[in-house]
């Protein structure tokens, strides 16, 4: 899934505009400039492809969503980036930024009418060296972005 994608997801179910998402880099210790801000919501011109942007601002985007929905905390510190952002990084950040538990997170995935087993569910959230890790699919992703909006936004 496209990254800018996510965020333009993200944006909607928090119902916020481009300087709320400036706030949620600037918690991650990342700088935007206006043009950084308005690049990720611009629509491509109609017959020409938008480049993506990068792995380390999805990254800072999504510490800086942890730490403007949950606070910062002296017992976890801030953590080094990590890149590339799979989606698989995107669905975890996105269980702690929302303090989600695994039930909570398949009932979200039900409303939208995509089922996974618990055990699925969990293999999403290993750690890629486990013997028991997936991969995330864009299809996954999209549905779980799909069931917090369904849950999260309000008008």
Known sequence: ????????????????GDGEIAEILKHAGYKPS??????????????????????ELTAYFLDGLIFYKRGKSDKHPQQPIITPVTNNMVMKKLRVAFTLREDEILE????TGFTISASELNAL?????????????DQVLRYFLKGLTMTYRKE
């Open 1 to 16: 899934m496209r990254k800018d994608d996510m965020i333009k997801s993200i944006r909607y179910i928090l119902n916020v």
């Open 34 to 55: 206006r043009e950084e801000i308005a690049y990720i919501f611009e629509e491509p011109a109609e017959g020409k492809d938008k480049i993506d942007i990068t792995h």
């Open 108 to 111: 979200i995935l039900k409303k």
């Open 125 to 137: 959230f290993r750690n890629k060296s486990h013997r028991n890790y997936q991969p995330a699919g």
